[in-house]
C-alpha cells in the first residue's frame, strides 16, 4: 500500500534531555497538528531532526525505536551540522534574505557546504523509507535542495514542496551567490506552494529570469515534467482553539488575570525571538502611546512573550539585549505602584496557557517586518467566542491578505501603530463583532484540515496531468 511521507527540518515533537533519561514533548505548532491527522494514518511517517545533538549511538538507537511508535523517523545531526547548516546557511543566510533582512545575510562557502550534506542526509533517510507510489511531501526554506536529490532517486515519484516562509523578490534573491541550484533543488518537486500569490509570483519570476524557464499560469515547463505553483494560504485546527477558550477549565485560568488586570484593556503580543516579527518597533509604538494619550496610562497592560529561538545565532542575541532594554526603559519610566505596563515573559507557553492569553485580550498587536503567514493572529481569533477583540495586523503578514477586517498596519509607521492602538481601544463593541464575524468566518471555512486537503488533490491533480501529457 502506497503511504505519505513527511519531512521537514523539525519534527512535531522536541526530545529534552532529563535526569531520568530522555523526554518527548509534542510541538504545538500548526503544522503539527494539521498534519497530525495524516501522518500517523497507515503506514505514513514523518522524517525530521527531533532537536538535540547526541551523545552516544545507543541514545540514539533509543529515540530511533521511540519515534517508531509514533510515526515519526528521526534524522540526527552533529553540532558541526546544526551549527553550519542549521544556524548557519538556513537561518544566517536564507532566513535573512528570504525575510528582506540581506543587511544580515551572512555568504559562506562553508554553510552551503554543509547546507547540501544536509539535505543529501535527509534524502538518504527518504530513500530507506520511500516505496514506488509513495507521495512525499517536503517542508521549508531548510530543506530547499531536497526535491530534486529526491526526484534523482526516484524519478517518477509525486513530490510536493510548501515553503512555509516568504520567497523575496527576484531583486533580492539573485543575491545569493547559490540561487540556480536552489530553485534546481525546488523544482524537483511538481507541486510548489506558498502561503501567497505574491510569493508564488516572486518565485515565478525567479524561475524565469534565472532559469531561463517558461512560466506561463503559473506552471513551469523544466523540459521533462510540467510543475505547477500556487498559493496555499494555511489555516489553523481553528475548532481546537474555540474548544479550548470555551472549556470549563478556563474560567477558572482566568481568575488570576482578572485579579491583576481589573478593568484594563490587555494588549497582546507573541512571537518567537526573531528579528523578523518587528519586536523593538512595537515596544516602540506602545511607549509612543503612553507619551502622547496619558489618558491611556495605568488602563492599559501589554502583554508580550518572546518563545526562545535559534539563540546561538548572533543577531537573535543581540535582538534579545534589546528587547529587554526596551521594555526595561518603558515600565521604569511608566510604572507606578500597582501598574506594570509591560508583563514581559520570555520562555514558551502550554497551549491551554496561551488559549487563556487570547481569551482574556481585547487587542493582539501583531507587527512582523516580515512574515510568511503568521498564525497566532488566527489563534486569536478563533478564541474570540464572544466575538469580542481587535485585531491590529502588519500588512507584511501573509494573514493579512485574508484578515482584511482586521485593523491594518505598516510597521515601519510608528504613528501609524500608535493610531491603530487608540482606535482599536475605543473601538465600539459592535463594531468590533461584526469585523471578528467575518474573520472568523473565513478561517473556519479555510482551516487546516482543508489545507492539506486541497494541497494533496492538487499534486494528485498535477501527477495526472503529467500523465496524460506524457501518452499525448
Ligand atoms: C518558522 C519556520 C519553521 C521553523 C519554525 C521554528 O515557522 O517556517 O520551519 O521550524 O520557524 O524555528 P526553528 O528554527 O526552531 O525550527
Given at each position: 500500500?502506497?503511504?505519505?511521507?513527511?519531512?521537514?527540518?523539525?519534527?512535531?515533537?522536541?526530545?529534552?534531555?532529563?535526569?531520568?533519561?530522555?523526554?518527548?514533548?509534542?510541538?504545538?505548532?500548526?503544522?503539527?497538528?494539521?498534519?497530525?491527522?495524516?501522518?500517523?494514518?497507515?503506514?505514513?511517517?514523518?522524517?525530521?531532526?527531533?532537536?538535540?545533538?547526541?551523545?552516544?549511538?545507543?541514545?540514539?538507537?533509543?529515540v530511533?525505536?521511540?519515534?517508531?511508535?509514533?510515526?515519526?523517523?528521526?534524522?540526527?545531526?552533529?553540532?558541526?551540522?546544526?551549527?553550519?547548516?542549521?544556524?548557519?546557511?538556513?537561518?544566517?543566510?536564507l532566513?535573512?534574505s528570504?525575510?528582506?533582512?540581506?543587511?544580515?545575510?551572512?555568504?559562506?562557502?562553508?554553510?552551503?557546504?554543509?547546507?547540501?550534506?544536509?539535505?543529501?542526509?535527509?534524502?538518504?533517510?527518504?530513500?530507506?523509507?520511500?516505496?514506488p507510489?509513495?507521495?512525499?511531501?517536503?517542508?521549508?526554506?531548510?530543506?530547499?535542495?531536497?526535491?530534486?536529490?529526491?526526484?534523482?532517486?526516484?524519478?517518477?515519484?509525486?513530490?510536493?514542496?510548501?515553503?512555509h516562509?516568504?520567497?523575496?523578490?527576484?531583486?533580492?534573491?539573485?543575491?545569493?551567490?547559490?540561487?540556480?541550484?536552489?530553485?534546481?533543488?525546488?523544482?524537483?518537486?511538481?507541486?510548489?506552494?506558498?502561503?501567497?500569490?505574491?510569493?508564488?509570483?516572486h518565485?515565478?519570476?525567479?524561475?524565469?529570469?534565472?532559469?531561463?524557464?517558461?512560466?506561463?499560469?503559473?506552471?513551469?515547463?523544466?523540459?521533462?515534467?510540467?510543475?505547477?505553483?500556487?498559493?496555499?494560504?494555511?489555516?489553523?485546527?481553528?475548532?481546537?482553539y474555540?474548544?479550548?477558550?470555551?472549556?470549563?477549565?478556563?474560567?477558572?485560568?482566568?481568575?488570576?488575570?482578572?485579579?491583576?488586570?481589573?478593568?484594563?484593556?490587555?494588549?497582546?503580543?507573541?512571537?518567537?525571538?526573531?528579528?523578523?516579527?518587528?519586536?523593538?518597533?512595537?515596544?516602540?509604538?506602545?511607549?509612543?502611546?503612553?507619551?502622547?494619550?496619558?489618558?491611556?496610562?495605568?488602563?492599559?497592560?501589554?502583554?508580550?512573550?518572546?518563545?526562545?529561538?535559534?539563540?546561538?545565532?548572533?543577531?537573535?542575541?543581540?535582538?534579545?539585549?534589546?528587547?529587554?532594554?526596551?521594555?526595561?526603559?518603558?515600565?521604569?519610566?511608566?510604572?507606578?505602584?500597582?501598574?506594570?505596563?509591560?508583563?514581559?515573559?520570555?520562555?514558551?507557553?502550554?497551549?491551554?496557557?496561551?488559549?487563556?492569553?487570547?481569551?482574556?485580550?481585547?487587542?493582539?498587536?501583531?507587527?512582523?517586518?516580515?512574515?510568511?503567514?503568521?498564525?497566532?493572529?488566527?489563534?486569536?481569533?478563533?478564541?474570540?467566542?464572544?466575538?469580542?477583540?481587535?485585531?491590529?495586523?502588519?500588512?507584511?503578514?501573509?494573514?493579512?491578505?485574508?484578515?482584511?477586517?482586521?485593523?491594518?498596519?505598516?510597521?515601519?509607521?510608528?504613528?501609524?501603530?500608535?493610531?491603530?492602538?487608540?482606535?482599536?481601544?475605543?473601538?465600539?463593541e459592535?463594531?468590533?463583532?461584526?469585523?471578528?464575524?467575518?474573520?472568523?468566518?473565513?478561517?473556519?471555512?479555510?482551516?487546516i484540515?482543508?489545507?492539506?486537503?486541497?494541497?494533496?488533490?492538487?499534486?494528485?491533480?498535477?501527477?495526472?496531468?503529467?500523465?496524460?501529457?506524457?501518452?499525448?
Open positions: 500500500m502506497s503511504k505519505t511521507i513527511i519531512i521537514s527540518n523539525r519534527l512535531p515533537i522536541k526530545v529534552q534531555r532529563k535526569e531520568e533519561g530522555l523526554a518527548y514533548e509534542t510541538s504545538e505548532g500548526g503544522l503539527a497538528t494539521g498534519l497530525g491527522s495524516i501522518y500517523k494514518e497507515g503506514d505514513n511517517v514523518w522524517i525530521g531532526w527531533p532537536g538535540l545533538s547526541f551523545e552516544d549511538e545507543e541514545e540514539e538507537k533509543q530511533v525505536q521511540d519515534l517508531k511508535q509514533q510515526s515519526m523517523h528521526p534524522v540526527f545531526l552533529t553540532e558541526s551540522e546544526i551549527k553550519e547548516f542549521y544556524e548557519g546557511f538556513s537561518n544566517e543566510t532566513w535573512p528570504f525575510h528582506y533582512f540581506s543587511q544580515y545575510t551572512v555568504y559562506d562557502d562553508a554553510y552551503w557546504a554543509a547546507y547540501q550534506h544536509v539535505n543529501q542526509k535527509f534524502c538518504q533517510a527518504v530513500m530507506e523509507l520511500a516505496q507510489g509513495d507521495t512525499i511531501w517536503v517542508h521549508d526554506y531548510q530543506l530547499l535542495l531536497l526535491p530534486a536529490y529526491i526526484r534523482e532517486a526516484f524519478p517518477d515519484s509525486s513530490i510536493g514542496f510548501f515553503q516562509i516568504p520567497f523575496p523578490s527576484y531583486e533580492v534573491f539573485r543575491m545569493l551567490p547559490w540561487r540556480e541550484q536552489i530553485l534546481k533543488g525546488m523544482l524537483g518537486a511538481d507541486l510548489i506552494g506558498f502561503h501567497t500569490y505574491d510569493d508564488a509570483r518565485f515565478l519570476s525567479s524561475v524565469s529570469r534565472i532559469a531561463g524557464m517558461n512560466t506561463a499560469q503559473g506552471l513551469i515547463d523544466n523540459g521533462h515534467r510540467q510543475i505547477m505553483v500556487d498559493a496555499f494560504p494555511m489555516g489553523i485546527d481553528y475548532t481546537k474555540a474548544q479550548l477558550a470555551g472549556s470549563p477549565e478556563m474560567k477558572e485560568k482566568l481568575i488570576p488575570y482578572h485579579e491583576v488586570l481589573h478593568d484594563q484593556k490587555v494588549i497582546l503580543s507573541i512571537d518567537r525571538l526573531d528579528y523578523s516579527k518587528g519586536i523593538p518597533a512595537r515596544l516602540q509604538a506602545f511607549e509612543l502611546l503612553l507619551q502622547e494619550y496619558p489618558e491611556f496610562r495605568e488602563k492599559v497592560t501589554l502583554f508580550m512573550l518572546v518563545v526562545p529561538s535559534r539563540d546561538q545565532v548572533e543577531k537573535y542575541k543581540e535582538l534579545k539585549e534589546t528587547i529587554d532594554e526596551l521594555v526595561g526603559r518603558i515600565n521604569s519610566s511608566y510604572r507606578t505602584i500597582t501598574w506594570n505596563p509591560i508583563q514581559y515573559f520570555y520562555r514558551s507557553f502550554p497551549i491551554e496557557e496561551l488559549s487563556a492569553l487570547y481569551t482574556v485580550a481585547d487587542i493582539a498587536l501583531i507587527t512582523p517586518m516580515r512574515d510568511g503567514m503568521n498564525l497566532v493572529c488566527k489563534e486569536f481569533i478563533a478564541s474570540k467566542l464572544d466575538q469580542k477583540g481587535v485585531l491590529i495586523l502588519s500588512e507584511m503578514a501573509g494573514a493579512s491578505k485574508e484578515l482584511s477586517e482586521a485593523i491594518i498596519i505598516n510597521p515601519n509607521d510608528l504613528g501609524q501603530m500608535v493610531q491603530a492602538m487608540r482606535e482599536a481601544m475605543i473601538m465600539p459592535e463594531e468590533q463583532q461584526t469585523r471578528m464575524q467575518h474573520m472568523q468566518e473565513v478561517l473556519k471555512r479555510y482551516d484540515h482543508q489545507w492539506v486537503s486541497i494541497f494533496m488533490n492538487r499534486l494528485e491533480y498535477i501527477k495526472l496531468k503529467q500523465l496524460s501529457l506524457a501518452t499525448e
